[in-house]
């Protein structure tokens, strides 16, 4: 069993003045992992107090600098890449394909940024006048369970190019694998105050950093309830926010598809990460007259993703994250039943051999109308609702009808006119015959999918204030 009783705050490993203490249990079996002592009000107060203090310096660093800095950070993060695949496995039963894939994704977003910096200029002439970028502030970080350490990277690394300085809350479930990442980012020997990490519960050290004045931005990733919150406490002092929140993504089938192709990328879409993603592709809208060709289609699918341990490398669907995450997608398989929805396969109960975990069968619902609590609410589980449409109007209408607008996915043969569905969709990504992954591009959602984009210049410039200075 470990403990961790350190949070990093001003280059260094410090005993947190909290106390309070949260068990950390292993999805696989419920049996303890180990303990972490969570930070409290007074420990955010000291790490927004040295990054304060470091920004002040910081903030004039040069484009060289802050790329040496990232070069350092990105080299700390790859050494130590097994074990940070290792305790995402082992920590929230991530499969070990998903977590290698988180990886991957950490190290590209800081790489990405190291590439944005070499061509990005901050400073531009509009007419007799010049503008000028210059960096928010201390940014205050919160990032989600569900690939902790790649949220950890993309946006800090985005906040040391712009030149910010940090404040990091990660999820308490996540205190192993924020052990390692801080480890990481201590041996990349950035200076002291730029980078701090304090692992406590959000009504506390959460609160204080999205109400503290001498924050001057947020980046949250989480739940559209908590996102609204986050809005409401940072308006207080105008604090910059970025938002990424929930979703309900859609994936569309056009008529002209090659069913048993897509039927596969369909499932992996919705069931990536356990289906425990913002992004997955849990509503499948398909052809009315197809449906019967593609039951099938989906249930060879399915019996090809194998759930079970998520260290096994043929795992595909792992457990999920507690009881309390197996009990909501439960109520939400129940629920589906009761509404009139037919399961295809799956349902309720864990699958054979696996009872002493938080599994869940993979399930599929077909005959979902849309206004079922399935096709409307995030279940973040292996969940997927296959919905009918008559025309492709009807389908741009469904994908439509939510009050989510992260993601969407568009699927057929005929790449262009899928790419004219896909711009009809209100989505902040919308991706055509592919599960692919950009870091140079925005992601962020529509409607209570968010406020603001990451990645990329859109992601750069919102830790950036323009300042205009005239002649």
């Known amino acids: ?67 040496e800095y990232l070069e350092r950070i990105a080299k700390a993060v790859s050494f130590h890449k097994q074990e940070l695949i290792d305790v995402m496995v082992l920590e929230y039963g991530a499969p070990q394909q998903f977590a290698t894939a988180s990886f991957l994704n950490a190290v590209g977003a800081i790489r990405a940024n190291i590439s944005l910096l070499q061509e990005y200029s901050f400073s531009r002439k509009i007419g007799t006048s010049t503008v000028i970028q210059t960096p928010v502030g201390v940014a205050g970080i919160i990032t989600p369970w569900n690939a902790s350490n790649s949220f950890i990277c993309s946006k800090l690394s985005t906040a040391i190019a712009a030149g910010c300085t940090a404040v990091i809350k990660p999820s308490e479930f996540s205190a192993l694998q924020t052990q390692v990442i801080s480890q990481c980012l201590h041996e990349a020997g950035l200076p002291k105050g730029v980078v701090n990490i ?30 609204k919150t986050i809005a409401k406490n940072a308006a207080e002092t105008m604090k910059r926010i970025t938002l990424e929140l929930g979703g309900k993504s859609p994936n569309i089938i056009l008529n002209d598809a090659d069913l048993p192709d897509v039927i596969k990328l369909s499932v992996t879409a919705a069931f990536m990460n356990s289906g425990q993603a913002c992004i997955a592709a849990s509503r499948l809208l398909v052809p009315e007259e197809r449906l019967e060709e593609i039951k099938p289609l989906l249930r060879e699918a399915v019996s090809q993703f194998k759930v079970g341990d998520p260290r096994n490398s043929d795992t595909s669907i792992g457990p999920l994250l507690n009881e309390k995450q197996y009990n909501k997608v439960q109520d939400y398989i129940r629920s589906g039943m009761e509404e009139g929805a ?26 979902v109308s849309n206004t079922m609590r399935i096709a409307r609410e995030e279940i973040f589980g292996p969940v997927l609702s296959v919905i009918t449409y008559r025309n492709e109007e009807e389908a741009v209408s469904i994908a439509n009808d939510t009050k989510y607008g992260l993601a969407a996915y568009i699927q057929g043969r005929d790449a262009e006119k899928a790419k004219g569905i896909a711009a009809r969709i209100d989505a902040g990504r919308v991706s055509v015959n592919s599960l692919s992954h950009d870091p140079n591009v925005p992601f962020g959602g529509f409607k209570q999918s968010g406020i603001g984009r990451e990645y990329g210049v859109y992601g750069l410039e919102s830790y950036l204030e323009p300042k205009a200075i005239l002649e």
């Open 1 to 67: 069993m470990q403990t961790v009783d350190k949070i990093y705050i001003n280059g260094e490993f410090v005993t947190p003045h909290g106390t309070e203490t949260f068990e950390l249990l292993s999805p696989v079996n419920r049996k303890l992992l180990g303990k972490v002592i969570l930070a409290d009000a007074t420990d955010a107060q000291r790490a927004i107090a040295a990054a304060k203090e470091a920004f002040a310096s910081f903030r004039f660093t040069t484009r060289e600098e802050r790329i």
């Open 198 to 227: 304090v692992t406590g519960l959000g009504t506390v050290v959460g609160e204080e950093i999205t109400l503290h004045p001498d924050v001057a931005k947020i980046s949250f990733t989480g739940s559209t309830a908590t996102g």
């Open 342 to 367: 037919e399961i295809l396969t799956g349902g309720l109960g864990k699958p054979e051999g696996l009872e002493d975990g938080n599994f869940v069968k993979p399930t599929v619902f077909i005959h």
